[in-house]
């Protein structure tokens, strides 16, 4: 890429939107047949983060057509009672999909939780069902959003992947695995080397800088620098962080694990944040959302 020139951006607002709209034709062809897909979020105490994050989802679905509650449970609540009102939900045909919002209260474990929502309507994709589904490539499980929606990114965007060198920095359960499981598939817009770092990871910079894409969901603001980026390869910044920010009227603001500004000179293609990654994350949710309906309702 000529020198001077800015990246390609990749626009997960107008990406997203796209999805939004197939899965808007899914619900309405569901409708004809008087099926309408029904979510149910639930979110325990007030993280402020989770609070913003399922009035999104929430509010995308009702959107779309599909019918959306949202449960708000008090922050003592015990594991016991979470896991009785999920095991309702389960058994309620009512019900397609079933979302707990992380992070749950310290006392409470989100494994047990996670494996408790029966995995066909788990539009998470984090019952280890699904979780073992995803790793052995069986397209009938659920695929977590995050990761789908960055593999979504690639594709609608045309960014290969066959034989790529993609670095993934960070290893949580959410992103960083779930996504190596993605994009390590013999499989179509897959067949990806894949290298994972993380905290105790050597050489950082040495690995990204071989990279034709980095994937970056490490939980560290700003932290994937112009120096370690490959000229011309793609960056996908997955991180949430929160900063202090004097000039904010909060005192704080968001920003990435990329730092944009600076690397955005060096990529060939990079996603912004905000608008990059979140609002596939709501997208592919929906899409699973209306997957859990079609199967629940034999089609
Ligand atoms: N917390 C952060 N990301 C997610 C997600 O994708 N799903 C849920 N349920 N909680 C989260």
Same mark, same amino acid.
């Given at each position: 890429?000529?020198?001077?020139?800015?990246?390609?951006?990749?626009?997960?607002?107008?990406? /997203?939107? %796209?999805?939004?709209?197939?899965?808007?034709?899914?619900?309405? =062809?569901?409708?004809?047949?008087? +099926?309408?897909?029904?979510?149910?979020?639930?979110?325990? /105490?007030? $993280?402020?983060?989770?609070?913003?994050?399922? !009035?999104?989802?929430?509010?995308?679905?009702? &959107?779309?057509?599909?019918?959306?509650?949202?449960?708000?449970?008090?922050?003592?609540?015990?594991?016991?009672?979470?896991?009785? =009102?999920?095991? &309702?939900?389960?058994s309620?045909?009512?019900v397609? /999909?079933?979302?707990?919002?992380?992070?749950?209260?310290?006392?409470?474990?989100?494994?047990? +939780?996670?494996?408790?929502?029966?995995?066909?309507?788990?539009?998470?994709?984090?019952?280890?069902?699904?979780?073992?589904?995803?790793?052995?490539?069986?397209? =009938?499980?659920?695929?977590?959003?995050?990761?789908?929606?960055?593999?979504?990114?690639? +594709?609608?965007?045309?960014?290969?992947? %066959?034989?790529?060198?993609?670095?993934?920095?960070?290893? #949580?359960?959410?992103? #960083?695995?779930?996504?190596?499981?993605?994009?390590?598939? *013999?499989a179509?817009?897959? $067949?990806?080397?894949? =290298?994972m770092?993380?905290? !105790?990871?050597?050489?950082?910079?040495?690995?990204?800088?071989?990279?034709?894409?980095?994937?970056? %969901?490490?939980?560290?603001?700003?932290?994937l620098?112009? $120096? @370690?980026?490959?000229?011309g390869?793609t960056?996908?910044?997955?991180?949430?962080? !929160?900063?202090?920010?004097?000039?904010?009227?909060?005192?704080?603001?968001?920003?990435?694990?990329?730092?944009? $500004?600076a690397? *955005?000179?060096?990529?060939?293609?990079?996603?912004?944040?905000? #608008?990059?990654?979140?609002?596939?994350?709501?997208? @592919?949710?929906?899409?699973?959302?209306?997957?859990?309906?079609?199967?629940?309702a #034999?089609?």
């Amino acid at each position: 890429m000529p020198i001077g020139m800015s990246a390609l951006l990749l626009d997960g607002r107008v990406l /997203g939107s %796209a999805i939004l709209d197939e899965t808007r034709i899914k619900v309405e =062809t569901l409708a004809q047949r008087g +099926i309408q897909p029904s979510v149910v979020f639930i979110r325990v /105490g007030e $993280d402020p983060a989770s609070v913003v994050y399922v !009035r999104m989802k929430d509010q995308t679905a009702a &959107k779309l057509g599909i019918r959306a509650t949202t449960l708000v449970l008090d922050k003592n609540i015990s594991q016991e009672e979470l896991v009785t =009102t999920i095991q &309702k939900l389960n058994s309620d045909p009512s019900v397609h /999909g079933i979302l707990v919002q992380a992070p749950l209260p310290k006392p409470i474990s989100e494994q047990v +939780i996670f494996s408790t929502v029966d995995p066909c309507k788990d539009v998470d994709g984090f019952h280890p069902v699904n979780v073992g589904k995803l790793m052995l490539g069986d397209p =009938t499980g659920f695929r977590p959003c995050t990761p789908a929606g960055v593999h979504e990114i690639l +594709i609608r965007s045309n960014i290969p992947t %066959a034989g790529a060198e993609v670095v993934i920095l960070g290893r #949580g359960n959410i992103v #960083g695995k779930p996504m190596a499981s993605i994009l390590v598939q *013999k499989a179509p817009h897959c $067949d990806a080397t894949i =290298t994972m770092l993380h905290s !105790r990871s050597r050489d950082i910079r040495a690995h990204c800088l071989q990279a034709d894409i980095i994937i970056a %969901a490490m939980g560290s603001a700003n932290f994937l620098k112009a $120096d @370690m980026v490959k000229p011309g390869a793609t960056v996908i910044d997955v991180g949430v962080n !929160r900063v202090p920010d004097a000039s904010s009227p909060k005192g704080s603001k968001l920003v990435g694990d990329v730092d944009f $500004d600076a690397v *955005k000179e060096i990529a060939g293609a990079i996603t912004p944040n905000p #608008g990059g990654v979140g609002p596939m994350t709501i997208a @592919m949710l929906m899409s699973n959302t209306v997957k859990a309906c079609e199967i629940a309702a #034999g089609s």
